[in-house]
């Protein structure tokens, strides 16, 4: 299983653009990569996924290069409830192994 | 988007005690669901992988008899926690995979609290 490695915290302000790296160098060429956000005391909630290049959705943006080894999840004009732990997991159709995710703080 | 529940949303128990805590997807069929536990300030821990009709897979360090899981059904797994003790105190989640168009995406729950006195 692909380990993944994301800053262990951020801070923002609001409206603007917030972009967090994920690598994760041994990704295998059947695992997609994920991201999911999660509030306090709630479940995750997923945010989007691709396989490649860039794809797009209406809350988020995933970059992801030619060579896979690293995700950049970008979050235009965040808001104060943006505030969230944003988790990078990478895998096929088998489980999913979270690591430490991304503590995004937006302040006004 | 697909949609998993958990029942209860939380749960205090007196120690010694068996809690089973439910986990349904709603609108559509778990192949595979997930059982995971989260301590406060700390990431998702991976604590099994049920398939429907099949023994659960527990990861490393998991007691399979403190901790039972069945997934009778394509749209019900449980969790049991027995013989609960303070430090199995935690928030559980759930996630399942089921036989949609987005596979590789899993679906979770809200999570239970489990506090054990």
């Known amino acids: 299983l692909a380990k993944t490695t994301q800053p262990i915290s951020m801070d923002s302000y609001e409206g603007q653009e917030v972009n967090i790296t994920c690598s994760h160098n041994?990704?295998?060429?059947?695992?997609?990569i994920t991201w999911y956000q999660q509030f306090p005391s709630q479940g995750p909630r997923f945010i989007i996924q691709?396989?490649?290049t860039k794809v797009t959705n209406e809350v988020a943006s995933l970059f992801i290069p030619a060579d896979r080894k690293s995700s950049t999840l970008s979050l235009p004009r965040v808001s104060l409830s943006d505030t969230a732990v944003y988790y990078c997991l990478v895998g096929g159709t088998d489980k999913l192994i979270f690591g430490t995710g991304t503590r995004l703080q937006v302040f006004p | 988007g697909a949609v998993v529940s958990q029942h209860p949303s939380w749960v205090i128990c007196k120690s010694g005690t068996s809690v089973k805590i439910e986990c349904r997807s709603l609108d559509f069929q778990a192949t595979t669901m997930f059982w995971y536990r989260q301590f406060p300030k700390q990431s998702l821990m991976l604590m099994a992988t049920?398939?429907?009709?099949?023994?659960?897979?527990?990861e490393q360090g998991v007691e399979k008899d403190k901790f039972l899981i069945n997934h009778a059904s394509l749209t019900l797994s449980t969790l049991t926690v027995t013989s609960a003790h303070p430090e199995d105190s935690s928030f559980y989640i759930c996630?399942?995979?089921?036989?949609?168009?987005?596979?590789?995406?899993?679906?979770f729950g809200p999570g239970t609290r489990l506090t054990v006195l």
């Open positions: 041994n990704i295998a060429t059947n695992d997609y």
């Open positions: 996630s399942a995979r089921g036989r949609l168009a987005g596979q590789n995406e899993q679906f």
């Open positions: 691709g396989y490649k």
């Open positions: 049920s398939n429907e009709g099949s023994k659960a897979t527990y």
